[in-house]
């Protein structure tokens, strides 16, 4: 299982490759790996913010329309999702995942097809696609949103406080 560190690496590592693209498709190759009861589809059309974690999961935080991304605090990213995840409205604001023990994230050039072990695809504005690997099927990933009820390790999404 990825740690802590890993984490942190793979969400700086995407910021610079996914910051600002809006996703303009999805396709979920291995229903088992979306957890959640907001429609997956529904993330289209979101502008992606700066990646951060919230202990294990790491977060995309996701804008639709006019509505602004959360304002991101360089001392702890995934704090500002926190918050709007902690106000109870009704909109999404972001995606999570736990890449449990072999959970990858990879940002491929446009026309990439999916791998083997490619669990889920997202189209991004500028072509690339952004691959959601997971060779044990064990990771998966959860529309986020105050509304959604959260249970064990995603219910750490709640809390405000900073995390290491």
């Known amino acids: 299982m990825p740690e802590l560190p890993e984490v942190e690496t793979i969400a700086r590592t995407l910021a610079p490759q996914v910051e600002g693209r809006r996703i303009v498709a999805c396709e979920l190759l291995n229903p088992s790996t979306f957890e ?23 977060l995309l935080p996701l804008a639709f329309g006019s509505d602004p991304l959360p304002p991101v605090d360089e001392a702890c990213p995934s704090g500002s999702l926190a918050r709007c995840l902690a106000c109870g409205d009704e909109r999404i604001t972001g ?7 072999t959970g990858r994230l990879f940002v491929y050039p446009a026309g ?3 791998e083997k072990h490619t669990r889920l695809l ?24 105050p509304s ?10 709640r809390r405000r406080d900073r995390q290491p």
Do not use: E, N, W
Not at 36 to 58: A, D, N, S
Not at 95 to 101: A, E, N, Q
Not at 148 to 156: E, F, M, S, V, Y
């Open 112 to 114: 990439t097809p999916p």
């Open 36 to 58: 959640g009861t907001i429609p997956l589809g529904k993330v289209v059309g979101g502008v992606i913010g700066r990646p951060g974690r919230r202990g294990k999961l790491l």
């Open 148 to 157: 959604c009820p959260l249970r064990g390790a995603d219910a750490q999404l």
């Open 95 to 101: 995606l999570g995942f736990h890449l449990k023990m």
């Open 122 to 145: 997202f189209d991004l504005d500028d072509g690339s696609r952004l691959f959601f690997d997971d060779t044990r099927k064990f990771g998966y990933v959860r529309v986020l949103s």
